[in-house]
């Protein structure tokens, strides 16, 4: 079974700390996604990697960045959060199919 | 990324009931892909359609991959409390890329 883990479930950070949010996934996969999900507006995009050190920005990368050192890890930071980026974070990984298969998700807090 | 339409947001139904659920999109996929999300869990792959006019089963659970390729539906038969959840509907045009998301139908169910 494809597992995809994140470091944290629930995470409280004050506004403007640095945050690092961790994703590692057991398949070998080359693609990895991190995702936002906010009530009403579904899943977004905001970078994706289709190889190590290659990423590129999805649907709202302002204020987040990432950093894929190796193929099983992918990281998701905020550089200086804010509370508008309070929300559930979600990470992914695909091989070469299209199936995409999640990790539990981690809920931000930004106070 | 396109937003799909997914319809109905929430449904409120009793046990031994069937359920439907359909998504529609402005442009064509690939695949089609059926996700449900529990609370506090990230989203679990249910179906994955790969042809248009495809129809793919899964337990109770059958969808089907529209033949325009701009829609897909999910039926749920005999829903049971576990089915509790938000299903997602997602659209995918080439392999390893990300997915383009409909906002989620909440399903309940009553004993």
């Known amino acids: 079974d494809v597992k995809v883990t994140q470091s944290s479930r629930y995470l409280v950070k004050r506004t403007g700390e640095k945050v690092f949010l961790e994703c590692v996934q057991d398949m070998d996969h080359e693609n990895m996604f991190w995702y936002r999900q906010d009530p009403g507006l579904g899943l977004r995009l905001i970078y994706f990697s289709y190889d190590v050190k290659m990423k590129e920005k999805g649907d709202i990368p302002e204020g987040y960045s990432v950093s894929r050192e190796k193929k099983e890890r992918f990281s998701l930071i905020l550089e200086s959060a804010s509370t508008n980026q309070t929300s559930m974070y979600l990470c992914?990984?695909?091989?070469?199919?299209?199936?995409?298969?999640f990790g539990p998700g981690t809920r931000l807090t930004v106070t | 990324g396109q937003q799909l339409n997914q319809s109905p947001q929430s449904m409120f139904i009793q046990e031994g009931e069937d359920v439907s659920m359909n998504c529609t999109s402005s442009?064509?996929?690939?695949?089609w892909l059926w996700y449900k999300q529990e609370p506090g869990e990230g989203p679990v792959l249910l179906i994955a359609l790969y042809k248009a006019g495809e129809l793919t089963s899964n337990g109770r659970l059958t969808a089907q991959f529209g033949i325009t390729r701009k829609d897909s539906f999910l039926n749920i038969s005999a829903s049971i409390p576990s089915d509790v959840g938000i299903y997602f509907c997602?659209?995918?045009?080439?392999?390893?890329?990300?997915?383009?998301f409909g906002k989620g139908t909440s399903l309940l169910v009553t004993p």
């Open positions: 442009s064509i996929f690939n695949t």
């Open positions: 997602a659209g995918q045009l080439r392999s390893g890329y990300a997915l383009n």
């Open positions: 992914a990984s695909s091989g070469n199919t299209y199936e995409q298969y």
